[in-house]
């Protein structure tokens, strides 16, 4: 295959949505990975009409499975196994609650998915980007990792988890080609704050009320700004914010 591939994980919504849509436009083959079977052909199908040229691959598994991830990654063809960009954007935040309140199995939730799902699927992807001499691994942290704020104890702490493992990722390959970039996004307005709320649309709504928010496609710019830029240049990490937005803590937005 001519064209660069991404491997995109939960790329049926928002950010990893946006960001299929970017690098479909640029040309590259998509690896698809989601977790819903009618969402994934939903995207495909819009992806094709929108893209008459695109060409995908898709993987149907949770990314807190470490064998169907790394079934479906042995089951590529060896056309799609030449992985060039791994973004690690599936994830999630359940809840508002305080560390001595939450629900523990919610927190198990966002710490298989966030941590877990990630470093599985860098661990699975990595080695075949080393022995090709080629490769970038883009993370999809947050403004959240940086700092905790009220309600985001266990979301932040994974979030600053995947901050430490991108750094840790970027030292261990310093001695070959291979990039590591860790995109720390605030506010952006997708389904997260509706999965964050348990389902309240109301409560997401308000969650933006008064502010201009980033959308999917703010960041899926920003992430293939870091894919493009030339080969000796490694963006490390790209913080980016509403301009309403002050801090990671999110009652710290504009009134
Ligand atoms: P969305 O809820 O819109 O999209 C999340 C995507 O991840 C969905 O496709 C979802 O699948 C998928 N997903 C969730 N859990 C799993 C899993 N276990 N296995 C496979 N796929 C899964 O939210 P965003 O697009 O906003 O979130 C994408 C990433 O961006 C997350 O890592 C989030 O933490 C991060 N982020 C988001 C910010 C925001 O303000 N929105 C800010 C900073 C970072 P399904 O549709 O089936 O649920
Ligand atoms: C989510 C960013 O600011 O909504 O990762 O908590 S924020």
Redesign the pocket.
């Known amino acids: 295959m001519d064209n660069k591939i991404v491997l995109i994980?939960?790329?049926?919504?928002?950010?990893?949505?946006?960001c299929a849509r970017k690098f479909a436009k640029e040309g590259w083959d998509l690896i698809l990975?989601?977790?819903?079977a009618s969402?994934l052909e939903k995207l495909i199908y819009e992806l094709e009409v929108e893209f008459p040229k695109v060409v995908t691959w898709s993987f149907l598994?949770?990314?807190?499975?470490r064998k169907k991830i790394e079934a479906s990654l042995e089951e590529l063809p060896p056309e799609w196994a030449e992985i060039d960009l791994l973004i690690?954007?599936?994830?999630?935040?359940i809840g508002v609650d305080k560390e001595f309140e939450g629900s523990l199995d919610e927190w198990d939730?966002m710490i298989?998915?966030?941590i877990k799902?990630l470093l599985a699927m860098t661990r699975l992807v990595v080695p075949g980007m080393i022995e090709r001499g080629r490769g970038h691994v883009i993370n999809?942290?947050?403004?959240?990792g940086d700092a905790a704020y009220p309600g985001g104890s266990v979301?932040c702490a994974?979030?600053a988890a995947?901050k430490a493992l991108s750094d840790g990722l970027r030292i261990d390959l310093v001695d070959t080609p291979l990039r590591v970039t860790n995109?720390?996004?605030?506010?952006?307005?997708?389904?997260?704050?509706?999965?964050r709320y348990r389902g309240d649309k109301e409560a997401a709504d308000n969650f933006y009320k008064g502010i201009r928010?980033?959308t999917?496609d703010d960041?899926a710019e920003t992430v293939y700004f870091a894919a493009s830029a030339p080969e000796h240049i490694q963006i490390a990490e790209v913080l980016l914010m509403p301009t309403n937005q002050a801090t990671g803590t999110i009652s710290y937005k504009k009134k």
């Open positions: 994980t939960g790329a049926t919504s928002g950010i990893g949505k946006a990975n989601a977790r819903n969402k598994c949770d990314v807190r499975s690690n954007n599936a994830g999630l935040v939730i298989d998915t966030n799902g999809i942290g947050s403004i959240a979301y994974t979030k995947v995109i720390k996004p605030g506010m952006v307005e997708t389904n997260f704050s509706v999965v928010p980033l999917g960041i």
